[in-house]
């Protein structure tokens, strides 16, 4: 049967192009990977190879040609035996395009416009569970241990996580009672120990990651978002990452530009990561290890200046909080201050500040910024009518920026004022004491906030 | 090339090496097919080629064993043949089908089989280096003897990952193989102008470990060179580096126009080292086969690549509903 030899697309973007030069004649033999022809793309001139074998038998557009659309039949091909009376006379119908379907719309994801969302409001806890005072660096600590005890595949590896206890002493004691299998020192090398354990986890484990402080996963993001995040979309549900990547995360004190970023807005933007940010010791024990069960990879962003704080956690056999849940940390009337992480420190003291003053602030902790618990937010915008959001990280793209266009889209008619973001200053962190105090959001910016959306 | 021909090694059987041929032409016809159906239009994006060098994944598969894994870069067609995976389901996937191996949402550059233990497809040039000795680090953790094969380019042995990876790998002996496929260009970069190393597998040695080249354009030379490998990490002692010389005949992807190097230089090699003529040769001088034998067999190969061709074509769109699934999972099944 005789084949037809269609004018190729060269380049993702080539609809037509110029037949510059044929370089066989009809009558030749053909073989497979034969350049045959040169042809000019919009981006550069190509050789064309032949896939199929044969004899020329016919050459359907000259040399010179231009304007020659992808898919037309630009010479025929004969098989053994075959002569050119095989050749159909009439240049036949233009070939079929691959069929160009009008672009159906993308479904969009369910999401109810309308106020009055269903939100967890179930306690962390049954209430008169034992109360045990514990630092954060303690629950992170017996949040790793417990889920190590409970599942062999989980490992812990990073810089300085073994011997040497942990940079922060989170790690304290695990290498005692886990070995050196489990609790793992890796040399000072983000970018390929993160790599090794993303495919330690395509491998069957459960690697958590401890980056001595964020600032330094920056060297590891592309593991981190292109091969942990994206596997299971990529590979159709075959295989993802069931992975944590923890470290210390934001300012610390006076330690400059390059070690004080807060990343929750980056990370957050990445559909297939969670992403976690817990202030309290019970949230981060009780997050931890739902984020080391959860079988997606999980960003952790824990606190420097947290880790040696103490709060109440539960003494509970196996305690734990499930992800994308926020907490109504103090219940209030006149304003909602939505914030995560070390921000609830300031919104907490504001709230204070303002109960003193007759203004009622209901405080929420997100806990979870991916996927955000936007129910609780817009119920409690709903009874307050008033929002300020408060972070650490720079203000352009931050998660009160999120905040702010979830209420505009879901609670508008709800909202008597503009929302406010309380963010960190749009700097690189200073050294000096009294500039860094500066650059970081205050107590006191959050009460002027609150004072303005309230108008009083 | 630097290296020189090997003799074939007499201790492979007749039977051995028409399963290599029937391996390699597969891999060639299915590519040849899919520069075709891109031509066509029906293949969109980027789309690399794996036409040359055959021998590369055919000789190492032959090294392997059941549970075995490998990952690769974006040029990873052959491999996904060469290690058993079904080729109408990778034919769909570069179609963007339905019936793809991702379910059309990976692509040419981005597919895994689980079953298979091939572990992508991906697209950043060196990520694959590190991923695989994490491979190698589950297999460790696991007990399981299993081996993992890193395959990465001659332009990827200079990314940094890839000497952080060498370095963890040793201290922590993995059982992996570091197979640098070097076809002598990454993109236009030629390696004579992207490095001074006189040789990538040499760089190992500031590392420890252990490595050699190989022919890639002799699939038996190849298969020898996997085997001694897979021996080394199998034992425990840690990785191996194999550097593969091969040669990339066509474009590095599809719109590559090719003005870095002659029309004469690839001709050359495909006359005198073509890896598939090379075996027909074997075949046909140490007459283990005919030609009406060979005729055969590149007539079933055909017929197979049609077929992968035509069920890449009339599998269906993925369902719109694809959008918003896979990107968390509920329950990931964990590997047994
Ligand atoms: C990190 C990164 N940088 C650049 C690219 C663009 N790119 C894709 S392939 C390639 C060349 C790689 O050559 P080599 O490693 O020799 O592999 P080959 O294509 O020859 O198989 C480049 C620069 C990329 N995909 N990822
Ligand atoms: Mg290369």
């Known amino acids: 049967m005789a084949t037809e030899i269609l004018m190729p697309a060269l380049s993702p973007t080539m609809e037509e192009g110029t037949l510059a030069k044929w370089l066989v004649k009809e009558g030749d033999e053909i073989t497979s990977g034969m350049i045959i022809a040169e042809i000019e793309t919009d981006k550069a001139t190509m050789e064309f190879e032949a896939v199929d074998e044969g004899t020329m038998g016919k050459i359907m557009v000259d040399e010179g040609t231009e304007g020659v659309k992808v898919n037309t039949p630009i010479a025929v091909l004969l098989e053994e ?110 970018h390929g120990f993160t790599g090794i354990a993303v495919g330690a986890a395509f491998g069957g484990l459960r690697p958590i990651v401890e980056f001595m402080t964020f600032n330094f996963a920056l060297q590891a993001i592309d593991h981190i978002i292109n091969s942990a995040a994206k596997t299971l979309y990529m590979s159709g549900g075959q295989m993802g990452a069931p992975m944590v990547f923890r470290g210390a995360n934001g300012a610390a004190a006076r330690v400059g530009a390059q070690h004080s970023h807060d990343f929750a807005a980056w990370y957050s933007q990445v559909p297939g990561l969670k992403v976690v940010m817990p202030y309290s010791a019970a949230d981060a024990k009780g997050l931890l290890k739902t984020a080391i069960r959860d079988p997606n990879p999980v960003v952790f962003l824990e606190n420097e200046i947290l880790y040696g704080r103490s709060f109440d956690v539960p003494v509970m056999d196996d305690f734990t909080i499930p992800l994308g849940k926020a907490k109504i940390a103090r219940e209030g009337t006149d304003l909602t201050i939505v914030s995560f992480g070390i921000g609830m420190q300031y919104a907490l003291e504001a709230a204070e500040k303002l109960a003193a003053d007759g203004i009622s602030a209901e405080v929420i902790d997100l806990r979870t910024l991916r996927p955000m618990d936007t129910a609780t937010v817009i119920n409690s915008v709903m009874k307050t009518n008033r929002c300020i959001t408060v972070e650490e990280g720079f203000p352009v793209c931050s998660i009160g920026n999120h905040i702010s266009a979830v209420l505009m889209e879901n609670a508008f008619d709800y909202l008597d004022a503009p929302v406010i973001n309380c963010t960190g200053k749009d700097v690189p962190m200073p050294y000096a004491a009294n500039l860094e105090k500066l650059a970081l959001v205050t107590t006191d910016e959050v009460v002027e906030a609150a004072r303005k959306v309230t108008y009083r | ?135 190698a680090f589950a297999d460790k953790y696991l007990e399981n003897g299993g081996v993992t094969f890193a395959y990465f380019g001659d332009g990827a042995a200079n990314q940094g990952q890839v000497y952080e990876t060498y370095n963890m790998a040793m201290i922590w002996d993995l059982p992996v193989i570091f197979v640098i496929e070097n076809n002598q260009y990454a993109m236009g970069t030629s390696v004579q102008r992207s490095t001074k190393s006189p040789s990538l597998w040499e760089r190992g040695a500031a590392y420890g470990i252990p490595g050699e080249e190989v022919d890639g354009m002799d699939v038996l030379a190849v298969k020898e060179a996997g085997e001694k490998a897979v021996a080394h990490c199998r034992a425990g002692k840690g990785p191996y580096i194999l550097e593969i010389k091969t040669y990339r005949y066509r474009g590095h992807s599809m719109s590559d126009p090719a003005k870095y190097r002659t029309r004469e230089e690839v001709q050359k090699m495909r006359d005198e080292r073509d890896p598939i003529e090379q075996v027909r040769d074997l075949l046909l001088t140490g007459k283990h086969a005919t030609e009406e034998d060979l005729k055969a067999i590149d007539k079933d190969i055909k017929a197979v690549v049609n077929e992968a061709a035509e069920f890449s074509k009339e599998s269906p769109e993925p369902a719109l509903e694809e959008l918003y699934t896979d990107i968390y999972a509920d329950e990931v099944p964990q590997e047994a």
């Open chain 1, 81 to 190: 035996g075959e002569d050119a009376s095989a050749v159909p006379d009439a240049a036949p119908p233009a070939a079929a395009q691959p069929e160009e379907k009008a672009a159906a719309p993308a479904p969009v994801a369910a999401e109810v416009a309308t106020p009055v969302q269903q939100a967890d409001t179930s306690p962390d806890w049954p209430k008169g569970t034992e109360m045990k005072s514990t630092t954060v660096r303690e629950a992170l600590r017996d949040a790793m241990a417990e889920e190590m005890r409970r599942d062999e595949t989980v490992y812990l590896m990073g810089e300085e996580v073994a011997e040497y206890q942990g940079a922060y002493k989170v790690s304290q004691g695990l290498l005692d009672e886990f070995s050196a299998k489990r609790v793992i020192d890796t040399p000072i090398t983000e």
């Open chain 2, 1 to 135: 090339m630097a290296t020189k021909k090997k003799p074939a090694k007499s201790n492979v059987s007749a039977e051995e090496l028409l399963g290599h041929y029937k391996e390699m032409l597969l891999i060639r016809r299915f590519e040849e097919k899919a520069g075709q159906l891109y031509g066509m239009g029906l293949i969109g994006g980027f789309c690399h080629l794996y036409i040359g060098q055959e021998a590369v994944v055919v000789g190492l598969e032959a090294a392997a064993s059941e549970g075995d894994k490998r990952v690769t870069s974006y040029r990873d067609h052959g491999h996904m043949l060469a290690c058993g995976m079904d080729p109408k389901g990778v034919m769909a996937e570069l179609t963007g089908r339905e019936g793809g191996y991702s379910r059309g949402k990976g692509g040419s550059m981005h597919m895994f089989s689980k079953e298979k233990h091939f572990y992508g497809g991906h697209g950043i040039v060196g990520a694959q280096v590190p991923i695989g000795a994490g491979l």
